[in-house]
Each structure stands twice: as structure tokens, then as C-alpha cells.
């Protein structure tokens, strides 16, 4: 028991968590809430003074109320440096940063994190793991890091 409580704090601690920025209703619906546009902070857990800024589609409705819509594989991210950038520790090349179901059983939102050494840059892309007519949606935005701070790779 003890051990369990341990780990799940572990995880807490090292895990992305969203913090609410605003949302925009899009549709109108009688029953239950709104469909909407959400707009979710995300701190990089492994890089100091880094946010994303992701944004997506809620489904409203009673289905939507209840959880147990499937939202749009549809999302936009916009990375920035909100502080000065530091590395707590190495960080992998590639590494996903944070994960969130957005349907009951087979859809997630994902957002990982790349390094593009040469440029000295941390590329962030978002992206929905069900295929959408044979191509995922995503999107990618990159925060440039001052050449005098070097990315360290694990």
C-alpha cells in the first residue's frame, strides 16, 4: 500500500497537469453544455520555463455532460518561453510530455517533446493517436534555446 501511494505521487509530481486558461462556446446545444473551445496551460516537467498552449475542441450535449462523447482529434499548440530555460536533468531526444483521453476508449490527445540539436531548439508537437482519414491531425510550434544554455541529451 504504501509503495502504490509512493509511486502515484511519483507520478504526479513528474506528470504534465493542465491548468484551465479560458473557453469559447462554439454551438448551442438545448441538453447539457455547450460544444467548445478549451485553451490548457501545460508546464514542461522536464525543461524549466517552458509553457504550451494547447487548444481544442470539447464536445457538449448530454453525451458531453456525461463524458462520454468523443472529442474532435482536432488541436493546436503554441510552446513559449514564459521564464528563463533550465535543465533540472538530461532530457531524451524525443519524450512524450503529456497524454489525455479525449474519447471513452480509443482516442488520446498527445504532445510530445523533440530535440533539435543542431538549432539548439525544443520542437513540441500535438497530435490525436486515432487516424483521421489515413493521416493524423497535429500541429508543432518551437521555442528556440539561447545557444549559451546547450540542451542536455540523455
Known amino acids: ?4 501511494l509512493f509511486l502515484a505521487l511519483l507520478l504526479l509530481i513528474f506528470t504534465a497537469h493542465a491548468q484551465p486558461i479560458g473557453e469559447v462556446d462554439t454551438v448551442f446545444k438545448f441538453f447539457g453544455p455547450n460544444h ?3 485553451v490548457d496551460a501545460y508546464d514542461d516537467p522536464e525543461v524549466k ?6 487548444s481544442r475542441a470539447k464536445t457538449g450535449g448530454l453525451s458531453g455532460g456525461l463524458g462520454l462523447a468523443e472529442d474532435k482529434s482536432e488541436a493546436s499548440i503554441a510552446c513559449r518561453q514564459t521564464g528563463p530555460i533550465s535543465f533540472p536533468k ?27 540539436a543542431p538549432r539548439n ?13 489515413g ?4 500541429s508543432v510550434t518551437a521555442v528556440p534555446v539561447d545557444r ?5 541529451l540523455r
Do not use: A
Open 1 to 4: 500500500m504504501k509503495h502504490t
Open 49 to 54: 520555463g517552458v509553457t504550451c498552449y494547447v
Open 135 to 138: 493521416s493524423p491531425q497535429n
Open 121 to 133: 531548439t525544443l520542437v513540441y508537437l500535438t497530435y490525436s493517436d486515432r487516424v483521421i482519414e
Open 148 to 152: 549559451g544554455t546547450p540542451i542536455p
Open 90 to 116: 538530461p532530457i531524451k531526444r524525443q519524450d512524450e510530455m503529456f497524454s489525455e483521453r479525449i474519447s471513452l476508449v480509443f482516442k488520446r490527445l498527445r504532445v510530445v517533446r523533440m530535440v533539435d
Open 36 to 38: 467548445k473551445i478549451v
